[in-house]
């Protein structure tokens, strides 16, 4: 889960998370919905703000069409298979 990955970046980091799914990030801003898993999502991403590691979540229309995300997923699919991935972050430019 991404927000695993988040509790190794340095304190002070800014991530940005980008879902398709509408419901999955409604499900998370809505205060009454109780599901075990949108409440560990939500435990952890309060979590992480209070070691200042900033998680904003975003919707975007579909992976399918934006540029680099058909070869990110070709990798991410590809890195399925291995018994070992190396993980590569790199800090954004804006």
């Known amino acids: ?3 695993d990955f988040c509790v190794s970046l340095r304190d002070g980091s800014l991530v940005h998370i980008y879902r398709d799914s509408t419901s999955a990030l409604q499900s998370l801003a809505d ?3 109780t599901p075990e898993i949108a409440n560990v999502i939500k435990r ?4 992480l703000n209070r ?3 900033i998680v904003l979540l975003h919707w975007i229309k579909a992976y399918v069409g934006y540029p680099g995300n058909e070869l ?3 990798h991410t699919k590809r890195a ?3 018994d ?3 993980v590569f972050t790199y800090k954004s430019t804006q």
Request: aromatic fraction near 0%; charge should be positive; avoid cysteine.
């Open 80 to 82: 399925t298979k291995l």
């Open 1 to 3: 889960m991404a927000l």
């Open 51 to 53: 070691v200042n590691k």
């Open 72 to 74: 990110a997923n070709h």
């Open 44 to 47: 952890s991403v309060e979590s």
């Open 84 to 86: 070992q991935v190396n």
């Open 31 to 33: 205060p009454r919905n």
